[in-house]
């Protein structure tokens, strides 16, 4: 799946990366590049060197927005679209922020402004019973279930999720950003990050309850 996404988008970014630059030894070794090193060679006139950023970050970018539109398609027009208004505006990328992080914050409200335009009515699930005892449970329930591989039932159940707290999640779980680097991207304080990161871990619990096994909720603790 994400292979066909991959040569799509390469082929309309940087045919030249395609077509000629197999056997480009100076390609490969831009692979090793850090992300500033590409970003300057790509102002200097390098277009092949956003190419490798690309490469670099499309999964991810393509990952965070089909979480939030939930519709393949969409994701992909989405997915490029950012990539075209982060090349256009390279240059207006300081340093600040990590360009991973820069980057997603366009993914992410490129997937907003879709999500707007769609109108879509997201149903919420009705989780405010849940103890936070059980929460515990359900923590402890997700590390398993990443330890023990189960990352595509997870991804299941993250689709099923409103789209910010979705988006919030995989944040947070599958690229390891932090609160603080949450907010930079999301434009959202980190309290508010924090309430909404508990509300879909709470989403998440009703999803995946009927997969944690063995779960000691009374202990807080997932055997």
Not at 70 to 75: H, W
Not at 202 to 209: C, G, R, T
Request: proline fraction near 0%; include cysteine; charge should be neutral.
């Amino acid at each position: 799946m994400v292979t066909t996404f991959k040569i799509f988008f390469i082929k309309r970014f940087t045919v030249f990366i395609v077509t000629k630059s197999e056997n480009n030894a100076s390609y490969y070794k831009m692979k090793q590049d850090t992300d500033q090193d590409l970003i300057d060679k790509t102002l200097q006139g390098h277009s092949h060197a956003f190419g490798v950023l690309v490469e670099r970050y499309q999964n991810f970018v393509f990952t965070i927005i089909l979480r939030m539109v939930k519709q393949r398609e969409a994701a992909e027009e989405i997915a490029q679209d950012s990539f075209v208004k982060a090349y256009e505006k390279l240059a207006t990328f300081e340093g600040r922020s990590k360009f991973s992080s820069w980057l997603y914050s366009i993914a992410y409200r490129k997937a907003l402004d879709y999500i707007k335009q769609q109108r879509r009515k997201v149903a919420h699930t009705d989780i405010e019973q849940l103890s936070d005892v059980a929460m515990d449970g359900v923590e402890n329930g997700l590390q398993q279930l990443i330890a023990k591989e189960k990352k595509e039932l997870i991804q299941q159940c993250i689709m099923q999720l409103s789209e910010t707290n979705a988006a919030l999640l995989t944040f947070y779980y599958f690229e390891d950003l932090s609160v603080r680097e949450i907010s930079e991207i999301t434009e959202l304080s980190e309290d508010n990050i924090k309430i909404r990161m508990f509300r879909g871990r709470k989403e998440l619990y009703s999803l995946l309850a009927p997969h944690i096994k063995n779960t000691d909720v009374h202990h807080g603790k997932a055997i």
